[in-house]
């Protein structure tokens, strides 16, 4: 007789659940060091403005599109520019927070590959914002852009040298794109929909405000992009369970044919 167990392939990604508590420790364990990290990354004004300079620099050097072309159809009004200062200010950490905890509750293997591969971004980002210090271009005048949250709102910053809760220099890499872009690729590789891809349009939005609202560059991104896929070759994703082979039950053998042979 066959079970249920033998004929039905098992869900992907549906390994032993980690502890709630231990990993609510640990995310806010993360979540602390990740904001004392932005404060010890804080000062370094001159070097800041230095950098940002460099990479405007680079930018047109390389022919990339300046940014004043996505920020200025938000210019055009007060409701574009709040809708993209809005998303900057309430998307980014709200959405990986739902994003872990459906992994979590639904994908629990993915979920510990999801949670080790932003550990792991996060880490070398803060690295990165440690070494290198970068103004936004928000801050600077030859860049020709406007704080488009401090004119219209909302704004999560506060003046520059009074902020006590963000560094606001830590421009490079961009851990709004970064996260938003493994958030894409995380549900693309826990789900099975058609309609799956079109998560990419979270990250793909995420680009556009970063750079429309003048917070960052676009190298910001890209250098977000290229440390994710360093962390992604090197934790590498939860393979799906193999299909069990589904186990045909034996027919009974009929008594009377045996009989019936023997005669």
């Given at each position: 007789?066959?079970?249920?167990?033998?004929?039905?392939?098992?869900?992907?990604?549906?390994?032993?659940?980690?502890?709630?508590?231990?990993?609510?420790?640990?995310?806010?364990?993360?979540?602390?060091?990740?904001?004392?990290?932005?404060?010890?990354?804080?000062?370094?004004?001159?070097?800041?403005?230095?950098?940002?300079?460099?990479?405007?620099?680079?930018?047109?050097?390389?022919?990339?599109?300046?940014?004043?072309?996505?920020?200025?159809?938000?210019?055009?009004?007060?409701?574009?520019?709040?809708?993209?200062?809005?998303?900057?200010?309430?998307?980014?950490?709200?959405?990986?927070?739902?994003?872990?905890?459906?992994?979590?509750?639904?994908?629990?293997?993915?979920?510990?590959?999801?949670?080790?591969?932003?550990?792991?971004?996060?880490?070398?980002?803060?690295?990165?914002?440690?070494?290198?210090?970068?103004?936004?271009?928000?801050?600077?005048?030859?860049?020709?852009?406007?704080?488009?949250?401090?004119?219209?709102?909302?704004?999560?910053?506060?003046?520059?040298?009074?902020?006590?809760?963000?560094?606001?220099?830590?421009?490079?890499?961009?851990?709004?794109?970064?996260?938003?872009l493994m958030v894409a690729v995380g549900l693309i590789v826990?789900?099975?929909?058609?309609?799956?891809?079109?998560?990419?349009?979270?990250?793909?939005?995420?680009?556009?405000?970063?750079?429309?609202?003048?917070?960052?560059?676009?190298?910001?991104?890209?250098?977000?992009?290229?440390?994710?896929?360093?962390?992604?070759?090197?934790?590498?994703?939860?393979?799906?369970?193999?299909?069990?082979?589904?186990?045909?039950?034996?027919?009974?053998?009929?008594?009377?044919?045996?009989?019936?042979?023997?005669?």
């Amino acid at each position: 007789m066959h079970t249920r167990e033998e004929s039905e392939p098992p869900v992907p990604g549906t390994r032993g659940r980690p502890p709630l508590v231990r990993e609510l420790l640990l995310v806010a364990g993360l979540f602390l060091v990740y904001k004392l990290g932005r404060q010890l990354a804080t000062g370094h004004t001159a070097e800041a403005f230095r950098n940002g300079r460099e990479v405007w620099d680079l930018e047109r050097a390389l022919g990339l599109p300046g940014e004043g072309a996505v920020q200025s159809p938000l210019l055009h009004g007060d409701t574009l520019a709040q809708i993209a200062n809005t998303y900057y200010a309430a998307v980014h950490f709200p959405a990986t927070v739902a994003f872990l905890v459906w992994l979590y509750l639904r994908r629990p293997g993915h979920y510990v590959w999801a949670r080790r591969v932003l550990a792991a971004l996060t880490t070398a980002a803060l690295v990165l914002h440690l070494t290198y210090p970068l103004a936004p271009p928000r801050m600077l005048p030859a860049t020709g852009l406007v704080d488009t949250a401090r004119l219209y709102g909302p704004s999560v910053y506060g003046p520059p040298g009074a902020d006590q809760l963000s560094n606001q220099f830590a421009a490079m890499p961009s851990l709004h794109f970064g996260w938003a872009l493994m958030v894409a690729v995380g549900l693309i590789v826990a789900t099975r929909s058609v309609w799956r891809w079109l998560w990419l349009l979270h990250p793909l939005l995420t680009l556009l405000v970063i750079v429309g609202t003048a917070n960052h560059f676009w190298l910001d991104a890209f250098a977000a992009a290229a440390l994710l896929g360093l962390a992604l070759a090197v934790l590498r994703r939860p393979r799906p369970a193999p299909a069990a082979t589904r186990v045909r039950p034996r027919r009974p053998v009929r008594r009377h044919s045996l009989v019936g042979a023997g005669r």
